[in-house]
C-alpha cells in the first residue's frame, strides 16, 4: 500500500526473502529505503546453530541489489534484559512462553523503532505477513491477506502508537508472490529457506539448550489413574500437548481408557509444580487436554482498550483456525473466553489472541 509522499522508511532486513521484498517494494514506491541487520543473540553466535553471521551476509547482498545502506546494530543486550531474562522465568515456572510475542513487542517495534526514528526515519517496515489499516484517525491490525503465513498472531502486542509508525508491505500478498519477485529482481536469497523455530535458538536441540540455563528436578511420570510410570527431567522441559520425547514409549495400556485405545499415543497433559509430577493421558482426545474456557492476564489490547464482552473469535496457538468464544470479562489486567467447542491443550505461558473477522484485536498471556 503506497504513500502520496515518499518517505524515510527503516527496512528490518533479516537476510530473509519476505523482508527483502519489503525493501524493494518501498523503493518501488520512491520512498528512500535504510536496511537495518538486528543482531539479538551473542551467546554462542559461533556455533552450528546460530545462523546470525550467514544472515547478515544475506541481508548486506540483499541491500548491495538494492542500491541500499544497511547498518549492522546489536540489540543482544535489550533482549537478554527484556525477551530471555522473561523466556527462563516462564519455563522455570513450568509454563511454556512464546518468545517471538515478546521479541515484537519489546525489540523489533521498541528498541528497533527507537533507533530508526533517530535515524529521522518517518515509518518502520519489516517483512511480518500482516496489515494496518487506518481509520478515523485510529490504528487496526488485520491479518495477512494470505492465510497461510498470516503473522498477526505473533504482533498482536503492538499498541496505536507502534502501529501508526509501521509497515507490513507483504501483508498485502501471498506468499508465492513474494518469492516471485524476489526471482525477478534476481535477489540473492530469492530461494532461501523460512526461517524456523524460535529466534535465538534456531534449529538447535531444545532440552539442550534449556539445559545451560535451567536447574531442574527429576520427577515422576503419573497417568490419569495415579499409576507411575517412569520418571521425567524435569517439568520445564515438558509442555502440553507433547506427544514426543515423553520417555515412556514402552508402556503399554492395559483395557481402554478414557479417549484413547490400547496403542494409542501418550501426550503431557498437566503438571504439579508444588508435588513435581508430570501427567500423561493416553489418546489425543483424552478429556484432560479438552478446554472449555480459559483465563489470561499481561493484556494487551490494540485499540488500547479492551474489546466488549459478548461473541468473538480467538487463539489459543499460532497456525490454530479462528475459535468461535464468548469474551465473559475483559478489562486490562484479566481475560476470561469461554469456548463453544472445547479447544486442545490449551496452554499456560502462551498467548491467546482475539480477532474480530480479519482484525487483531490483541490479547494476552494465557494462565489457565
Not at 28 to 36: L, M, S
Not at 112 to 130: C, N, P, Q, S, V
Not at 150 to 155: G, H, V
Request: aromatic share 8%.
Amino acid at each position: 500500500m503506497s504513500t502520496a509522499r515518499p518517505q524515510r522508511i527503516v527496512v528490518g532486513l533479516s537476510g530473509g526473502v519476505d523482508s527483502a521484498v519489503t525493501a524493494h517494494l518501498l523503493k518501488q514506491q520512491g520512498h528512500e529505503v535504510i536496511g537495518i541487520f538486528m543482531k539479538n543473540w551473542e551467546d554462542d553466535d559461533d556455533s552450528e546453530y546460530c545462523s546470525t553471521r550467514q544472515d547478515f551476509l544475506d541481508a548486506a547482498s540483499v541491500a548491495d541489489v538494492l542500491g541500499i545502506e544497511i547498518e549492522h546494530v546489536n540489540f543482544a543486550a535489550d533482549y537478554k534484559d527484556r525477551v530471555f531474562a522473561d523466556f527462563l522465568r516462564e519455563y522455570q515456572a513450568g509454563r511454556t512462553p512464546n518468545p517471538d510475542v515478546l521479541c515484537n513487542a519489546e525489540i523489533k517495534f521498541k528498541a528497533f523503532l527507537d533507533h530508526a526514528m533517530r535515524l529521522g526515519a518517518e515509518k518502520i517496515a519489516t517483512g511480518h505477513y500482516a496489515r494496518v489499516r487506518e481509520r478515523g484517525g485510529r490504528f487496526e491490525l488485520l491479518k495477512g491477506l494470505d492465510p497461510l503465513k498470516d503473522q498477526s498472531y505473533f504482533l498482536h502486542r503492538l499498541n496505536q502508537a507502534q502501529l501508526s509508525k509501521t509497515m507490513f508491505p507483504v501483508g498485502e500478498l501471498p506468499k508465492t508472490e513474494v518469492r516471485r519477485i524476489a526471482d525477478e529482481i534476481k535477489l540473492p536469497n530469492a530461494k532461501k529457506k523460512d526461517s524456523t523455530g524460535i529466534c535465538f535458538i534456531g534449529e538447535r536441540p531444545f532440552r539442550e539448550f534449556l539445559n545451560q540455563y535451567l536447574s531442574n528436578q527429576p520427577g515422576v511420570i503419573e497417568d490419569d489413574r495415579g499409576r507411575i510410570l517412569g520418571e521425567h527431567v524435569g517439568l520445564s522441559f515438558y509442555t502440553l500437548g507433547q506427544r514426543k520425547g515423553i520417555g515412556i514409549g514402552g508402556v503399554k495400556e492395559k483395557g481402554a481408557p478414557r479417549g484413547g485405545g490400547e496403542h494409542d499415543a501418550w501426550f503431557v497433559a498437566r503438571k504439579d509444580m508444588a508435588a513435581n509430577v508430570l501427567y500423561v493421558v493416553q489418546g489425543h482426545d483424552h478429556p484432560w487436554l479438552q478446554s472449555h474456557s480459559l483465563t489470561a492476564d499481561d493484556l494487551s489490547w490494540v485499540a488500547g482498550v479492551a474489546p466488549p464482552v459478548g461473541p468473538c473469535a480467538a487463539k489459543t496457538r499460532y497456525r490454530q483456525a479462528d475459535a468461535a468464544c464468548s469474551i465473559e470479562a475483559a478489562d486490562n489486567t484479566h481475560l476470561r473466553l469461554s469456548f463453544a467447542q472445547p479447544q486442545w491443550a490449551v496452554t499456560p505461558g502462551q498467548s491467546a489472541v482475539l480477532y474480530d473477522g480479519e482484525v487483531c484485536l490483541g490479547g494476552g498471556v494465557i494462565n489457565s
